[in-house]
């Protein structure tokens, strides 16, 4: 009878000094082939060597990018709680923020006018400041598509706008690509992102992504008028847009918690 530890063939054969060498050399090779493929960005200390070049702008790159790039900011800005929570969120709430009505009859009023100046300009130049570093991580393949973005002349200061367009890139949405197949990339990288072997916040993270992608692209859900119409018969203050919001948020919800790595049994 055979030994049972013998493979199908036979015994298997001994690991050797030049079994391991052998080994070795290889992941040697693939480590120095993806150190030659990688661009060396000006901030690589800041950003673990995480940069983007041709072959870098991938949606998981991205995802692992703005995690590095929130600590950033918040080590390397004036103020910034407030940059570094739009662009986790992907929103400006500062750049357009109008300035509070003057009002002599209350004495704070000009000291919050004041304040809200000096808050808006700190903003300003730690948004522009993050802009450029994140902007430094390109190679020039990479800068040049960001520059080709229609609105870029005009926000190419906002680290909110930077941060989207190079989402935008690392998801495979191109501005000059049919709207369609723009959508359907958008699409694919809602319903592809699953859990896996992600921890729960980790995963949320990560769909929270996917989801921008969709925004960014200009993609939405058709939803159902009948969807529309049960949300209102459960609450009847709801316009036809809040309801439609609802359903929306629901069908998203329906879609994380089918891609979790153990489903519920029910919705």
């Known amino acids: 009878m055979a030994d049972s530890n013998n493979n199908a063939g036979g015994?298997?054969?001994?690991?050797?000094?030049?079994?391991?060498?052998?080994?070795?050399?290889?992941?040697?090779?693939?480590?120095?082939?993806?150190?030659r493929n990688r661009y060396v960005g000006q901030f690589d200390d800041k950003f673990h060597k995480m940069s983007f070049n041709s072959q870098t702008l991938k949606l998981t790159n991205f995802q692992k990018f703005k995690d590095k790039t929130l600590g950033v900011i918040l080590a390397e800005t004036e103020i910034g709680k407030p940059l570094h929570d739009d662009v986790k969120n992907g929103k400006d709430t500062w750049s357009n923020r109008p300035e509070p009505v003057k009002d002599p009859n209350d004495n704070m009023n000009k000291f919050d006018r004041k304040e809200h100046?000096?808050?808006?300009?700190?903003?300003?130049?730690?948004?522009?400041?993050?802009?450029?570093?994140?902007?430094?991580?390109?190679?020039?393949?990479?800068?040049?598509k960001?520059?080709?973005?229609?609105?870029?002349?005009?926000?190419?200061?906002s680290a909110v706008w930077v941060m989207q367009?190079?989402?935008?890139?690392?998801?495979?949405?191109?501005?000059?690509?049919?709207?369609i197949e723009g959508d359907v990339k958008a699409l694919r990288a809602i319903f592809n992102c699953k859990q896996y072997n992600k921890l729960l916040a980790g995963y949320h993270d990560k769909?929270?992504?996917?989801?921008?992608?969709?925004?960014?692209?200009?993609?939405?859900?058709?939803?159902?008028d009948n969807s529309i119409k049960a949300e209102k018969a459960l609450d009847s203050s709801l316009s036809n847009d809040?309801?439609?919001?609802?359903?929306?948020?629901?069908?998203?919800?329906?879609?994380f918690l089918n891609n979790l790595k153990e489903k519920p049994t029910t919705l």
């Open 146 to 157: 960001i520059k080709q973005q229609t609105d870029y002349e005009s926000n190419y200061g």
């Open 117 to 144: 100046r000096e808050t808006k300009k700190a903003y300003l130049n730690d948004s522009l400041k993050i802009a450029t570093i994140v902007m430094a991580q390109c190679d020039d393949f990479v800068r040049a």
């Open 242 to 255: 809040e309801a439609a919001e609802k359903v929306h948020d629901c069908l998203l919800a329906v879609i």
């Open 11 to 35: 015994v298997q054969p001994p690991v050797t000094n030049e079994n391991t060498n052998n080994a070795r050399s290889a992941r040697n090779n693939n480590n120095n082939r993806h150190q």
């Open 207 to 224: 769909f929270r992504e996917a989801v921008k992608t969709i925004t960014l692209s200009g993609c939405h859900f058709k939803l159902l």
């Open 165 to 179: 367009a190079l989402n935008e890139l690392c998801s495979g949405i191109k501005g000059n690509e049919h709207p």
